[in-house]
């Protein structure tokens, strides 16, 4: 049993005269973290006290908000399954730190270390000889009923081969400060990515505070960690290729996965990225397949192999397990170690401690009852009242005994009866609480930890902290968050302060310099495509309801002619409203119609729909955006998804000029930070094709199909394509349909042209790397190719005089728009089949071909 550090509290009264801390209600009973009882402040909060009192709650709440601000500005979300509309919540962070002394917590260390050895030992055991069954330890029912015991991970891993890499612990202390497990992660156990994230947010919002802190930092770990997976590989040790595993932008904490791999130079991948072949793993990139060493998972046991696990998964790679059994790629943690997160595993966790490790168990669990033993049945159906009551299945229900009526306890207790290996019972032990600002008060609030430990030689490294969150310790991580649950920055503290270290260092040895790109994945190159795609789609939605919303409010003003409106209805792809009975009543249906296309996401042209696309693909590629691009894409993102409700057509266009701006400087940024090789070519690509395709939709609108053609139309297409200016410092006269075709479709001087953004396209995919040399032409440069030159051998001096017949210039402006249009609607599939498709010819057979 871990006990609360003996302390002399008596000597350490409460500051006087401190506001903020006299409002402080200290619990009458169980455990606070920061007072030992009321006026007792413990002795290592009294710096940190005083810092609080100094500062003040009003400062304490502008450093909070300061605090969100830049936990939004760098992205750091929570994403929620359940949501109707799949929104990120904001992770929140308190920005008073839980304070724990070194003194205890070494002795928290060394039950921490010794619970991850002993729950290694356990998996190596059950997943080989299984001495813990055959010698009665544990009762089989126990272990096969449960869905994180794998048969097919049976002996799969080679000996001497560690099951349990990364582990991560659910504690709290008790009434009694001594600290008690509530439940074990292996199955990628998040929290280690927010850790680093609060603390490195927290210190730049309170940078006074944490400059002299003595803090253990969390580098090391960090570092550790990354040392012991390189270790792991056994095909290239001095460069091994580590890659992390992730579900894809979906997961809750897709934000940790690509913050970890960032932070430990991995190779962010999902399961479409792998592939296995003649017993090894290799990543699908655009130059062909590269050997994966080790894969840091972070997908649940049963999804990542659908040839041996979860037949229905897209989530994995058929043939992992056959190749973690051959040894050619080791995993982290090994696939059927979530059997540890099996909570009636904790009653029987003292016996095995002393067979597996021969020594006796120094971190406890909850008191925990198995009801697949019959004495513990019997006492868990006579103390229901008292008791929590849990499925031993993941992610099943629970049930606290004191809530329940007496229908509902009779219920359960049938259920118990009738399986009663799948339940167990707790007793429920009130959490310590931590102070927690709030309204610019300090509130008492129950905390509970997340503990994490890494491999290390032949025992585990603990970080020196970990996640603290406000917790009823009956929820989830995920649970918490989704309710806007609070995190805290969880601090050991140190004799004296800690220098900083990073995870840059210099490189030992020699280093293959590489520049073209071609070890890029191709899920990534193909997101990258889309997210040129998406961004420019934004953009010519954006222009075309700015330019709306201005032709609106001019009607409104001076009677003007609103006929062109119809037009830009029809480009928006919305039905044009009815003749109204009054000007007024016209304009409210006019302005309605376009607010949709801002507020609401239903519309796949809206604003948002357009913008979930763009976020979504911008997140499969987090690790490939320069940290300003991607707060620029959070800060358009706070512009789009929460506009006010109140929303009026002036305003309206105010914020697309807002979110225009913002748009410019993403694709700006990117277009001066990214490195102009593969990625960047595919993001540039999919910007023109999209580009050039709705500048043919403005022109086929202005001269073919519109219902009101003419001066104000025109115009209209000018100011859309940010051609106005240019079309009056050349011309300075009235508008005229040949010098508007000749600036729109043939001037390749001009960025906004047909012809510019034509030969733009022809040179990036010119430069693209194929998947095998060839003396032919690939599909992609012959359709742009074609394109290129339908539009570059039109007749222009043809096309200029028969704009003077409009029945005949517009059937040869439609037969030129359609011949150039057409090699574009399949440039996109002839990309994805040549590039995005995943080539499978291994890197080795590449070089060898003459």
């Not at 603990?462 to 918490?480: C, E, F, K, N």
């Not at 220098?499 to 280093?511: E, K, N, T, W």
Request: proline residues 7%; aromatic residues 6%; contains cysteine.
């Amino acid at each position: 049993m871990i006990e609360a550090t003996s302390l002399a509290y008596s000597t350490v009264p409460s500051m006087p005269g401190t506001a903020l801390l006299d409002d402080y209600p200290v619990p009458e009973s169980g455990y606070d973290e920061m007072y030992a009882a009321p006026g007792v402040l413990r002795p290592h909060w009294r710096d940190l006290a005083r810092f609080l009192e100094e500062t003040g709650g009003e400062e304490l709440e502008r450093r909070l908000a300061e605090v969100q601000r830049l936990l939004q500005a760098d992205g750091v979300t929570y994403n929620t399954y359940d949501d109707p509309h799949g929104s990120q919540r904001h992770w929140l962070v308190d920005p008073i730190p839980l304070l724990m002394t070194g003194e205890e917590w070494s002795v928290l260390a060394e039950g921490l270390e010794q619970r991850s050895r002993l729950m290694n030992a356990l998996l190596a055991d059950l997943y080989d000889r299984r001495l813990a069954i055959r010698q009665g330890w544990l009762p089989p029912e126990l272990i096969h009923a449960h869905p994180g015991f794998l048969p097919p991970c049976h002996q799969s891993l080679p000996a001497g081969s560690r099951w349990l890499i990364f582990h991560g612990v659910d504690l709290a202390r008790g009434p009694d400060g001594a600290f008690r497990v509530h439940g074990d992660r292996a199955q990628s156990p998040s929290g280690a990515g927010y850790t680093l994230e609060n603390r490195i947010t927290l210190a730049r919002a309170l940078p006074m505070l944490y400059r002299d802190a003595p803090l253990r930092r969390l580098a090391s770990f960090l570092e550790t960690e990354r040392t012991t997976l390189a270790g792991l590989a056994r095909h290239h040790p001095e460069t091994p290729h580590v890659v992390l595993l992730t579900p894809g932008p979906n997961n809750p904490v897709y934000f940790e996965h690509a913050y970890l791999a960032n932070y430990l130079s991995l190779s962010l991948v999902e399961g479409e990225d792998l592939v296995v072949r003649d017993g090894r793993v290799w990543l699908k990139t655009l130059g062909g397949l590269r050997p994966v060493d080790v894969i840091l998972r972070q997908v649940v046991d049963a999804f990542c192999d659908p040839l041996e696990l979860r037949g229905d998964s897209l989530l994995g790679v058929p043939g992992l397990l056959q190749a973690t059994r051959g040894g050619h790629v080791a995993l982290a943690n090994a696939l059927g170690s979530g059997l540890i997160e099996n909570p009636g595993l904790a009653p029987f966790l003292p016996l095995l401690c002393r067979q597996l490790l021969g020594e006796d168990l120094k971190l406890p669990s909850l008191p925990t009852w198995w009801c697949g033993q019959p004495g513990d049945c019997h006492h868990v159906l006579a103390n229901l009242d008292g008791l929590v009551v849990r499925s031993i299945l993941p992610g099943g229900p629970h049930w606290e005994g004191s809530q329940l009526d007496d229908d509902a306890r009779a219920q359960l207790a049938a259920r118990i009866q009738a399986q009663p290996h799948l339940f167990v019972a707790q007793a429920p032990v009130p959490l310590s609480t931590a102070p927690v600002l709030e309204n610019g008060q300090l509130t008492a609030q129950p905390v509970m930890l997340r503990g994490f430990t890494v491999a290390d030689g032949e025992g585990y490294r603990v970080m020196p902290g970990g996640l603290a969150r406000i917790s009823s310790g009956l929820d989830t991580l995920q649970a918490t968050v989704q309710q806007s649950g609070i995190s805290k920055d969880w601090w050991v503290l140190a004799p004296t302060p800690q220098l900083h270290v990073s995870l840059l260092r210099q490189a030992r040895g020699p280093i293959i310099v590489t520049r073209d790109g071609s070890d890029l994945p191709s899920r990534v190159a193909d997101n990258l495509f889309w997210l040129g795609r998406y961004s420019e789609r934004l953009d010519a939605a954006a222009r075309l309801l700015r330019e709306a919303f201005g032709r609106l409010l001019e009607w409104e003003q001076d009677n003007t002619d609103e006929r062109c409106l119809d037009d830009l209805f029809e480009a928006l792809e919305i039905p044009v409203p009815p003749v109204a009975e009054s000007p007024r009543a016209r304009f409210f249906a006019l302005r309605q119609p376009l607010l949709n296309l801002i507020l609401e996401s239903e519309h796949p042209g809206s604003l948002q729909a357009i913008f979930s696309g763009l976020s979504r693909t911008g997140r499969a590629v987090r690790n490939h955006l320069g940290d300003d691009s991607w707060r620029l894409l959070n800060r358009l993102q706070q512009w789009i998804q929460e506009p006010s409700a109140n929303l009026g057509a002036r305003q309206a266009r105010e914020l697309l000029e807002e979110e225009l701006m913002l748009l410019a400087a993403f694709c700006g940024l990117n277009n001066e930070t990214m490195p102009h090789h593969q990625g960047w070519l595919f993001f540039d690509i999919g910007r023109y094709l999209e580009r050039v395709l709705r500048t043919l939709d403005l022109f086929d609108l202005a001269f073919i199909t519109a219902r009101n053609p003419g001066v104000p139309l025109w115009e209209v297409v000018l100011t859309i394509t940010d051609n106005l200016t240019t079309y009056r410092r050349r011309y300075r006269s009235a508008l005229h349909p040949t010098a508007i075709m000749d600036l729109l479709l043939f001037d390749e001087g001009n960025p906004r042209s047909v012809g510019y953004q034509l030969r733009r396209l022809q040179r990036h995919i010119d430069r693209l790397q194929q998947p095998e040399p060839s003396p032919y032409r690939s599909a992609e440069e012959r359709l742009i190719l074609e394109a290129t030159a339908t539009l570059q051998l039109a007749d222009i001096a043809a096309l200029a005089t028969l704009s003077h017949d409009s029945t005949r210039s517009s059937t040869e402006l439609t037969r030129l728009l359609e011949a150039v249009e057409k090699p574009l609607l399949g440039l996109s599939d002839a990309l994805t089949h040549s590039h995005f498709s995943h080539a499978e010819v291994p890197r080795q057979l590449i070089t060898m071909r003459p």
